[in-house]
C-alpha cells in the first residue's frame, strides 16, 4: 500500500515533468490536493509532508475537517472547489482562504460582505462552463467579462482567475482544446484591464493537458489520497 507521502511526491513529479515537457520555464504550478471525502487523519499526513493547500467540494463537511485540524490553521490554506449555494456563503466567507466556483455576481456580493473584517480579502476564482450544454455550474463565456470587472470591484475579495471543469473526454489534444479556450478568455480579461494570476485547472485525469495550456493550479484528489469511498 503507497502512502499519501509517497503519492504525493509522485504527483509533484508528474507535475514538473509535464511542465519541463509542455511549457518548459513559463511558469510554475501549485497543487491543490482535493480532499473531499478523505478523513482529517490524510489531511494531516499530507500536510505534514509539506503539502499547503488542500480543496474541499462540501461546506460542512469541510467545517468538520478544519475543527479536527485546528492545530495547523497556519499551515494549510482551505480552497472550497464545489458548488456554494448562498445560505452557506457567511460560514465560507468566515472559514476558507480560496474560492474557486463563483459563478454568480450575488454569491460573489455575499462572500464579500459576510468577509469578517480581520481576514485578508477572500480570493476567488471564477468558474466558466467551457464545455457548455452538459454542465450546469459555471458563468457562460459570454457572460464571463461583465461577472469578471463586478467581483473585481467588490472590496473584500480578491479576483485572482478561472477554473473550469471541463467534460471527461481520453486523449491528450481532445483533453488540451478546453483548457486553452479557458486560457485565451483569461488572456483576454487581462488584456482588458483585469490583473489575473490564477488558471484552476487539470485533475488527475488531465494533469498533463492542463499543465500543457498553462494551468497555475492543479486540482489532484485521486493521486494523492486514493479512490474515494
Ligand atoms: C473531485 C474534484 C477534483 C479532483 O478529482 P480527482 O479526479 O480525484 O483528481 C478536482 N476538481 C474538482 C472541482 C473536484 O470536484
Given at each position: 500500500?503507497?502512502?499519501?507521502?509517497?503519492?504525493?511526491?509522485?504527483?509533484?513529479?508528474?507535475?514538473?515533468?509535464?511542465?519541463?515537457?509542455?511549457?518548459?520555464g513559463v511558469h510554475s504550478v501549485t497543487l491543490l490536493a482535493v480532499s473531499k471525502t478523505q478523513p482529517a487523519s490524510a489531511v494531516?499526513?499530507?500536510?505534514?509532508?509539506?503539502?499547503?493547500?488542500?480543496?474541499?467540494?462540501?461546506?460542512?463537511?469541510?467545517?468538520?475537517k478544519m475543527a479536527s485540524l485546528a492545530d495547523?490553521?497556519?499551515q494549510i490554506e482551505w480552497h472550497l472547489i464545489g458548488p456554494l449555494q448562498s445560505n452557506k456563503t457567511r460560514a465560507v466567507a468566515?472559514?476558507?482562504?480560496?474560492?474557486?466556483?463563483v459563478d454568480r455576481l450575488k454569491i460573489?456580493?455575499?462572500?464579500?460582505?459576510?468577509?469578517?473584517?480581520?481576514?485578508?480579502?477572500?480570493?476567488?476564482?471564477l468558474q466558466v462552463n467551457v464545455s457548455g450544454e452538459a454542465s450546469k455550474s459555471g458563468v457562460?463565456?459570454?457572460?464571463?467579462?461583465?461577472?469578471?470587472?463586478a467581483v473585481a470591484a467588490l472590496p473584500n475579495l480578491r479576483l485572482r482567475g478561472l477554473m473550469s471543469i471541463p467534460e471527461p473526454v481520453n486523449?491528450?489534444?481532445?483533453?488540451?482544446a478546453p483548457h486553452r479556450a479557458l486560457r485565451a478568455l483569461f488572456d483576454r480579461l487581462n488584456a482588458d484591464g483585469l490583473a489575473?494570476?490564477?488558471?484552476?485547472?487539470?485533475?488527475?485525469?488531465?494533469?498533463?493537458?492542463?499543465?500543457?495550456?498553462?494551468?497555475?493550479?492543479?486540482?489532484?484528489?485521486?493521486?494523492?489520497?486514493?479512490a474515494r469511498a
Open positions: 500500500m503507497t502512502s499519501v507521502t509517497e503519492r504525493l511526491q509522485q504527483v509533484k513529479a508528474h507535475i514538473h515533468r509535464a511542465n519541463s515537457s509542455f511549457a518548459p494531516r499526513e499530507a500536510a505534514a509532508a509539506g503539502q499547503r493547500a488542500f480543496g474541499e467540494n462540501y461546506v460542512q463537511e469541510a467545517l468538520d495547523l490553521r497556519s468566515e472559514a476558507f482562504d480560496w474560492v474557486h466556483s460573489a456580493q455575499r462572500l464579500s460582505e459576510q468577509r469578517p473584517a480581520g481576514l485578508p480579502p477572500l480570493n476567488v476564482c457562460a463565456p459570454d457572460a464571463l467579462p461583465a461577472l469578471a470587472h486523449g491528450l489534444d481532445a483533453q488540451r489575473l494570476d490564477t488558471l484552476s485547472m487539470g485533475m488527475s485525469a488531465d494533469l498533463d493537458a492542463a499543465v500543457a495550456e498553462g494551468a497555475t493550479i492543479v486540482r489532484v484528489g485521486t493521486a494523492i489520497f486514493g
